[in-house]
């Protein structure tokens, strides 16, 4: 398996411009999760689907923020507007959830600079 | 809720020195206890993990014993080599296996 798969790795982009972030969890895999990392805050847990559904967003910033995933393999991040404090790593990870012992696999990553 | 306290700050030292990074955990009930590694440009790896208390995790020359007692999961390498050089973070898991982390602490191994 080629694992989570992110895309871009790294967008520049202007302030109010909409930013979209990919990602292709893991064939199989029953949860995803998107995380912000930053150097103040560290990693940062933004939303978490089990099943395609969205379980807890609580950790998205603002409205600005939306997350979907409309099928088992793909998802998307967006932003709109974007803000320079939006910039930061944003990771995808993705995991098949029995019990509590699994492991989440993370992407890459995408490295956004709004500017 | 759920949270993860790591040792403040970087953590620099020579090729074959011992390696110890401090976590200890704040959860309810009875949480999973990871170990992740991020190098450079990279996403984060799982480097070892421990279910339930008394566990001992290992992988790649690391340990991390769960104790339930001190509610810490000490990170430690007997013999570093330079290719350790990361940032490794501490984590639990809930019960939807969401992971809360740490905040993770830069290793510079010089030669």
């Known amino acids: 398996d080629a694992g989570v798969i992110q895309s871009p790795r790294h967008e520049v982009t202007e302030m109010g411009q909409e930013v979209t972030l990919r990602c292709k969890p893991i064939?199989?895999?029953?949860?995803l999760f998107w995380y912000r990392q930053t150097m103040m805050r560290g990693l940062e847990l933004l939303i978490y689907f089990n099943n395609n559904v969205p379980i807890d967003d609580s950790g998205m910033p603002e409205d600005r923020f939306s997350a979907k995933m409309p099928n088992a393999s793909f998802s998307t991040l967006k932003i709109q507007p974007s803000e320079p404090r939006d910039s930061a790593v944003y990771f995808c990870a993705s995991s098949l959830r029995r019990g509590v012992n699994t492991e989440a696999f993370f992407g890459q990553g995408t490295r956004l600079t709004v500017v | 809720g759920n949270s993860v306290t790591q040792m403040e700050g970087p953590v620099t030292l020579s090729e074959e020195a011992f390696l110890t990074i401090n976590c200890t955990y704040t959860?309810?009930?009875?949480?999973?206890l990871f170990w992740y590694v991020q190098y450079p440009g990279e996403g984060l790896q799982l480097l070892l993990k421990?279910?339930?208390?008394?566990d001992k995790g290992s992988n790649k020359g690391f340990e991390a014993t769960y104790r339930k007692e001190t509610t810490s999961f000490h990170l430690e390498k007997g013999s570093v080599q330079v290719s350790d050089s990361a940032v490794y973070f501490c984590a639990l898991s809930d019960g939807n296996n969401r992971l809360a982390f740490g905040k993770g602490n830069q290793v510079v191994v010089i030669p």
């Open positions: 959860a309810t009930g009875y949480p999973s």
């Open positions: 064939s199989g895999h029953n949860s």
């Open positions: 421990a279910t339930k208390a008394d």
